[in-house]
């Protein structure tokens, strides 16, 4: 009898429960509104009209795929500084297999042939490129950071190296349909954000792969002596964060119209900065796919805000920074407190 | 006893990867072992190594500063902007100490998040590296300054000696290179000889084996970070001088080659080990190889795949060698 009670309370108060279980998140939640209520009051007439919320659509989605890729890397204790390099060369790659493919005046089929080609070879190299990463952490222990690092550089080396620096143009147009049109009301980029979030939301919470997951990343040595194969996972993790990463290019390549060996540096601190403010632990183990959405629309109101009330985006680097320590020295704050608690 | 050290010693093999480098370089372009070709790494490496100097620190204690050359850029935009508003006309080493001032402050900054916080320190120097160059752009300026006050002009022109070549170029080797050395022999002497010195190897070691054994934790992240910011703001303002131009975004980015070489020169990324004669070797390999591209004939593009390569490479190697296989034959040093 008592049973069938708690069961009813729990089905209840599940939603409470969790978020209180939760402080991050429940902190992100209030962050995320005050930032958005901020942004509301300081420029009511331009922040809360149709046409902001759809350009925001269409530009966080490409960070957030970055972010994502990023989380689970992070959720093992490691990094993968070299996201934005696979991103970039994957869109390079891409780009070029469809200059060379499609010939001028091709038909509609032999486009959408190139096209596919084309994203299966960007698929390729980015699960190639994270195939190494976690062939340098895993086999070779060199340690995460550097490992990435040094692939990022080499990445983007490699890149530049192709296209000798310049950016490459004069992509089909059906291409960068999937950066710059809409299906009713939701831009292209905006559902491929969504369908990776809830993607990753499956796999993490409902596949082996993702407990395995949390549980190498909450203690390693203890994972190995159940029974799980850590170097495998490492390999899989990071090969799944280059795949990831290189359909984030393929979004960017689609949005700028054009592949460049040096877009977007600046989305590897953006992309760590959203997952340790989403609550990812850097440590590893801890992390949630609605703390990452959270955090990257977080962002995505902050920038479009401060752009508004004409701010310059240097300005948006200081305020992302300082946001991203503000935050972890909140969750210090918490953390300590409740630690303090329990004893 | 003596020899099997120093053919254990990463030094030894950074030092033959060197020679054997340069022959090669040497035996495809003649041009390498001219005096001018010298005084030219030599002069390319004057800022890099102060910042390595830094870098060795921060890795020995276990720690990661991506934020140097945003304080250094930073400290030094600040003054010459200061300098040359104020029409200043004095002593260069009126510069110098406010460039340092800067950078501790900014240094304290960084100690404060890491150690009060206990935040990761590659996540609080992104961020502040974030901060330090956007609140540069944003309030202080974007624009490059090309006069500078004349006693840095004069600085940029004091030589320690000139050598004049067949084409009648005249090299010179800065007096910069002096700044180099005495900061070097200071953090070889703090490293080795000082109780902050133990203490950050104990603190890389193992941070709950140092606090035990009574070194004062704060302090030495306290040292580490301000020391680190000081001597930045003193590489922006060298760096500045050489350029003979104060531009707030060169330096960005070369954080990624300075941890490269100090680990390529043995420093462990995990703590507790690194020397300065590793450091600096390791900078050495680092110019040689993308100064001397060039000369070999390869495109300047290919630059970044050579950093990569060295990285992964570098690391690759003392990954392997530290490895548990090998772990017992290494405890003996």
Redesign the interface.
């Known amino acids: 009898m008592s049973s069938n009670e708690t069961r009813i309370d729990l089905a209840k108060f599940s939603f409470l429960r969790y978020m209180s279980r939760d402080g991050n998140l429940m902190r992100l939640v209030l962050i995320t509104a005050a930032i958005f209520a901020l942004m509301s009051i300081l420029s009511p007439d331009r922040f809360l009209t149709f046409d902001n919320f759809d350009s925001m659509a269409y530009q966080f989605p490409e960070f957030g795929i970055l972010s994502l890729a990023m989380m689970i890397t992070m959720l093992t204790g490691g990094i993968d500084l070299s996201i934005v390099g696979i991103a970039n060369l994957s869109g390079v790659f891409a780009a070029l297999m469809m200059l060379h493919t499609i010939p001028d005046g091709a038909s509609t089929s032999q486009i959408l042939t190139g096209i596919m080609a084309a994203v299966l070879l960007a698929m390729a190299t980015g699960a190639g490129c994270g195939f190494i990463n976690g062939l340098l952490i895993a086999k070779i222990n060199i340690p995460p950071i550097l490992a990435t690092l040094g692939t990022m550089q080499f990445f983007t080396g490699i890149a530049i190296v192709v296209t000798k620096g310049y950016a490459i143009f004069g992509l089909p147009d059906q291409f960068s349909f999937i950066g710059n049109e809409a299906i009713g009301i939701f831009p292209v980029p905006f559902l491929i954000f969504a369908a990776f979030a809830w993607l990753f939301s499956l796999l993490l919470n409902k596949t082996g792969y993702g407990t395995k997951l949390y549980m190498m990343g909450t203690n390693a040595t203890a994972a190995k002596f159940s029974g799980i194969n850590n170097t495998m996972m490492l390999v899989k993790t990071y090969m799944l964060s280059g795949l990831v990463a290189a359909l984030a290019g393929l979004v960017i390549v689609a949005r700028t119209n054009s592949a460049k060996a040096d877009y977007g540096t600046s989305y590897t601190l953006q992309a760590i900065l959203i997952a340790v403010m989403g609550g990812v632990n850097p440590n590893g183990g801890f992390g949630t796919i609605a703390g990452i959405v959270l955090a990257v629309l977080t962002l995505q109101f902050l920038s479009s805000g401060f752009n508004m009330l004409g701010f310059s985006n240097f300005f948006k680097d200081f305020i992302w920074g300082a946001v991203l320590i503000f935050i972890m020295v909140v969750n210090f704050i918490f953390n300590n407190r409740r630690a303090k608690r329990r004893k | 006893m003596k020899m099997k050290k120093l053919f254990s010693s990463n030094e030894f093999y950074v030092a033959l990867t060197i020679i054997g480098l340069s022959l090669l370089i040497g035996s495809v372009n003649k041009a390498f072992f001219t005096a001018g070709n010298m005084i030219d790494l030599a002069r390319g490496s004057i800022v890099m190594a102060i910042f390595a100097l830094g870098t060795l620190m921060v890795i020995i204690s276990g720690g990661?500063d991506v934020s140097f050359p945003a304080i250094a850029s930073f400290s030094m935009y600040v003054t010459t902007k200061v300098l040359t508003s104020c029409n200043f006309q004095g002593s260069v080493w009126v510069a110098f100490a406010m460039a340092g001032a800067i950078g501790l402050v900014l240094g304290l900054i960084n100690a404060t998040?890491i150690s009060f916080?206990?935040?990761?320190t590659?996540?609080?120097t992104?961020?502040?590296?974030?901060?330090?160059?956007?609140?540069?752009?944003?309030f202080i300026g974007?624009r490059e300054l090309s006069i500078l006050p004349p006693s840095m002009v004069d600085f940029s022109k004091l030589n320690l000696f000139e050598i004049t070549s067949k084409d009648h170029f005249v090299y010179g080797l800065p007096a910069a290179v002096l700044i180099v050395v005495a900061l070097a022999l200071l953090v070889w002497f703090i490293l080795k000889y000082t109780m902050i010195g133990r203490g950050i190897y104990a603190l890389g070691g193992d941070r709950v084996a140092a606090e035990r054994a009574g070194f004062n934790i704060h302090a030495i992240l306290f040292f580490i970070y301000s020391f680190v910011g000081f001597i930045s703001g003193i590489a922006g303002l060298v760096h500045t001088s050489l350029m003979r131009n104060s531009n707030p975004v060169t330096l960005i980015g070369t954080e990624?080659t300075v941890?490269?070489a100090v680990?390529l020169g043995g420093a462990r990324?995990?703590g507790g080990h690194g020397t300065v004669l590793g450091s600096i070797l390791g900078l050495l390999l680092v110019t040689i190889m993308t100064n001397s591209l060039i000369l070999l004939g390869v495109?300047s593009?290919?630059?970044?795949?050579?950093?990569?390569?060295?990285?992964?490479i570098g690391?690759?190697i003392t990954?392997?060698k530290r490895?548990p296989k090998r772990a017992g034959a290494e405890s003996g040093c």
């Open positions: 990661i998040f916080f206990k935040l990761p590659l996540i609080v992104l961020g502040t590296a974030s901060m330090f160059s956007g609140f540069m752009l944003a974007v990624l941890i490269a680990v990324i995990s495109p593009y290919w630059q970044r795949v050579v950093i990569g390569l060295l990285i992964v690391t690759g990954a392997q490895s």
